[in-house]
């Protein structure tokens, strides 16, 4: 009985004390909204949103809705965290393992790109990039052309847009061999399970990719095109580019900062997995007769990638919380337009807070979840 | 001339190491001369040979150079470190090629080509950096809008509140025991008190100095340090709640730090400013500084949580069951046997999220409070002073860098002093 008690008196008060704070606050908040004459609903989402956008994905103008505003600016966070996580990945790989490197001077310049990026708020480096690097850049009708077609300018990146006829062939051409190179590796897999023949899946693969695509383009009537960049005079001194696709000054600071930002700490998790396997796995798996390539592909990466991926799934996500940075450069993200200009707009303070953090928690909790899903799946199972 | 790498292997090495050193050192001289005095020596060649010449010379000497044994350590050295294989050696050329072409514009701006003297924007003459600007601004920078004759006070403030971060090693044997409580209770209110009374003024004849004059450097340290004191108890607590065998304080635990994990810390900070004062009673006024400091607490004190977790998950079974079969209750095991060892696992991880915290600062800036980073879009936009960003961004990366790089140096330290005691 005194046991229970003392089980019971604990909880109760937590519960007490969590339904107080709670309490607390919706009954001020009530009363305050009375008095500011706002009521709490989410209507607002269907009414008209009136305010621009710098960039979008998606069509959108001042007419659309604050739904849709909120569907484009959530886009505009999950381009830039996707743009960072590829650009940070390929960087923090070839950082890491050259951390590793038996070279002096390679090992202690990794060490010191590390050091570098590391210990600089990512807020500094994002202003850095944005309002002095970038801002050193020519004007359009000064630009030298970077590999003949594409603009680096002050006004943002011009790259040429692709037109293409017939997509959906193509891309159904894509789609069936990505299909085929699945079953081919489920038979490959039975086939060296049964008759112990290994099919080179890799090189059979590769030319799927190339040559279905191709085909597509030879025989299906798939046609690209593409549309250059082309300068053009407004007025006596103002030029600008037409045609092509147009990447902000924004967007290039934000990816830039963000991948140099987060490719260090992947590269210090690629580092720890590597490091974290022992040499006599290596040595054991050379013993029993495997090639070096071999040794790679089924002894230490399988082991290092168990090691790797879990924290570089954190970065991933620390990047995608890091791009509502993007708010002090007045790149149009989730932060920026939704709880910035559509709250200012609509004064719904908790609704739109509340929704804007949930949006995030939705992603990482799905990402939390999948990852602790995937540990499962490939924890060494002990007997 | 023609060389190939077999030959390499069966000639003197004493006579390749004279030719390979020559090429290497001719290539390094080109790269050098151009670099720093802007001399082409190789002009004769045609153009991208010209380009590419110093690359393809160092790469053969470097071939020349290598070889088991020379029984020169100078050669032996760089054959072991730098240039063990072809691809090693190419690396190993664009590395020192490029730190070489690095060095005389960076130097120039940032030195040569520069300018301090003077206390207006017309002394800035030269084509380099312009540091007049920054020692212009550098009281703002540090001070934010604070009365530039009250400066004292953040200075004696500070100095006031580091002393007394150190007073707990001068406790004696039999005061020992109350260094915790010192630490996680006295100490704060102390320091919050000497804030208050110092740097708001307001009573002891002392001039009040709205929360909205403080900014630069200092603000940083007050929020970061604010924050340090109070996430640390209170990730201790919710650390130990969601290792608890009660459900209702697990879960709520749980819930508390998956949610703060989860959101970025500027729509936390927005919520400090436009959601927060909703939840308040109407005549009840918070300062955006104190609503700021709560929220970041809030936010770092869910990783608090998960770090300390993993020391208290890291201790043997066998310490709690121990402290049990004394006869130890809950809060008797946890501060004398489980806390004082299972925090002393996690001090490297601590150190790291207070690195974190001290990085995240700036970003208390998006709501309107003006510490370094806002200090520098206010001085970017000041007509007197336009077109300097860079000179200011690289002077807040440096002051920034070097706390950081400090900090982790230290937690490094730690992590390497915890490691062998155990």
Redesign the interface.
Known sequence: MNNKIK?LV???L??LF?ILIFG??TL??Q???D?RGIDFGFGFLKQEASFDMQFTLLDYDGQDSYAWAYVVALLNTLLVSFLGIIFCTILGVIIGVARL??????RN?AAWYV??F????????I??WY???L??LPLPETAEPWFGVTYMTIKGYYIPSMIWENLNVFLSCLLAAIVSIIFIRIYARKLQEREGKQLPVFYISIGLLIILPLLSFLIGGVKLDFELPVLKQLAQTSFIFEGGIALPPELIALVVALSLYTSTFVAECVRAGIQGISKGQKEAAASVGLNPNQILKLVIMPQALRIIIPPTTNQYLNLT??S??A??IAYPDL?LVF?GTA?MQTGK??EI??I??LT??T???SI?ALMNWYNKRIEIKEK | MNISLSKIKTSNPITNIYIGSFLLSLAIFDVFVYSFFDLNITSFLPGNLNLFFPLIIGFIGLSFIRMEYSGIKLIDNINKHINPSNFNALLTLLIIFTVLKAIPPALSWMVLDANISGDTKSACTGTGACWTYIKVWFKRFMYGMYPNELHWRINSAFILVIALGFVGYFFKENLKKYLALYYVVIYPIIAFLIIYYLISGGSFGLVWVETGAWGGLSLTFIVSFFCLIFCFPLGMILALGRRSNLPAVKYVSICYIEFWRGVPLITVLFMSSVMFPMFLPEDFFMDKLVRVIIAITLFEAAYCAEVIRGGLQALPRGQYDAAKSLGMGYWKMHIFVILPQALKLVIPGIANTFLALVKDTPLIFVVGLAEIAGMLALAKTNPKWLGFAMEGYIFAAIIFWIICYAMSKYSYNLEQKYKTER
Do not use: H
């Open positions: 089980k604990p909880q109760v937590t519960i969590v607390f606050f001020n908040a009363v305050n909204m008095n490197s038996q070279n002096f001077l390679i310049s050091e570098f590391r210990n600089i708020p990512l807020l500094l480096q202003f850095f309002y002095a690097a801002r050193a919380k890091n509502s940075l708010a002090a932060v709880a709250l303070a908790i807070v509340g804007t953090m995030y928690l992603i990482s909790l939390a």
